[in-house]
């Protein structure tokens, strides 16, 4: 006798197992549409390289046949973390060098796409910061800032490629993240990205990086270790306006359409 696994259940531990809020959340983790991950519940089935990629740690056993432990070596593996040594990363600390105007007053520093391979080693040093840019915004006089210029199209259309985005230095930023918030995250790995986050530190000790564009750019963990800065957005300065006049004929076609059924509904009921 053939039993088929029921995947379906499987994919619904796993989005329970990771608290994602709703299923369009979980879809955009994996980075595919609602849309196929609710054809693969509906017929029963997914992709599971795909899953082993996106959710680490699970046991390849558990995923292909639906026997054994969720997650592989569970034992061995909490042995491991009980004997593992503190994190590397460091918070609750001041970035390691700012800009201070005459006056006192504390520059924001930008850091520009051309300078940004420079700036994972050269962030704590005082003659590389120098070297770049720096200014004061009227409106940002209380805190710790500095500019990066945006690079790349994962974030678009909320912030386009070339854009100045303006981050606020965040102290604790593993407890401060919050879920879908837009930050800078300077990492040994990526360089300098911008993303919105789900912070999963405490519960799976991975940061989620997730882009606006996620057709193009799915969603990735990201170890804290590897995290050397993280920059709350506060503003940015966009200079690539897109015409919402598309948007709005397609809003005014679907609008005159259902006026035109409307129309037709008492002739039809006649």
């Known amino acids: 006798m053939f039993i088929t696994m029921d995947k379906s259940l499987i994919l619904k531990k796993i989005e329970s197992h990771y608290n994602f809020k709703n299923s369009a959340e979980f879809a955009s983790f994996l980075g595919i549409t609602p849309q196929r991950l609710s054809n693969w519940k509906s017929r029963n089935t997914y992709d599971p390289e795909l899953l082993y990629t996106k959710c680490l740690g699970l046991n390849p ?5 639906g026997e054994g432990a969720m997650f ?22 001041m970035p390691k060098v700012i800009s201070v105007s005459p006056e006192g007053d504390e520059n924001i520093i ?36 500095r500019i990066f210029e945006v690079k790349g199209h994962s974030m678009f259309p909320t912030i386009h490629s070339g854009a100045l985005a303006v981050g606020e230095w965040c102290e604790n930023w593993q407890e401060d993240i919050k879920d879908n918030q837009i930050y800078i995250i300077v990492s040994k790995e990526d360089g300098i990205v911008v993303k919105r986050c789900l912070n999963r530190i405490k519960k799976y000790n991975n940061l989620y990086l997730k882009s606006d564009n996620r057709r193009e750019y799915p969603s990735y963990p990201i170890k804290p270790e590897d995290i050397l800065e993280v920059w709350t957005l506060k503003t940015a300065f966009i200079y690539d306006f897109q015409d919402p006049a598309d948007m709005y004929d397609r809003v005014n076609d679907l609008e005159a359409e259902m006026l035109q059924i409307r129309s037709q509904l008492p002739k039809i009921t006649k």
């Open 61 to 65: 056993e558990w995923l292909l046949t």
């Open 72 to 93: 592989k070596s569970e034992s061995e593996d909490l042995q491991v973390n009980e004997e593992s040594p503190a994190p590397y990363y460091t918070t609750g600390q």
């Open 110 to 145: 930008m850091v520009p796409v051309p300078a940004q391979a420079g700036y994972l080693d050269g962030f704590g040093d005082p003659e590389f910061l120098e070297s770049l840019p720096s200014y004061r915004l009227p409106t940002l006089n209380n805190g710790t800032f």
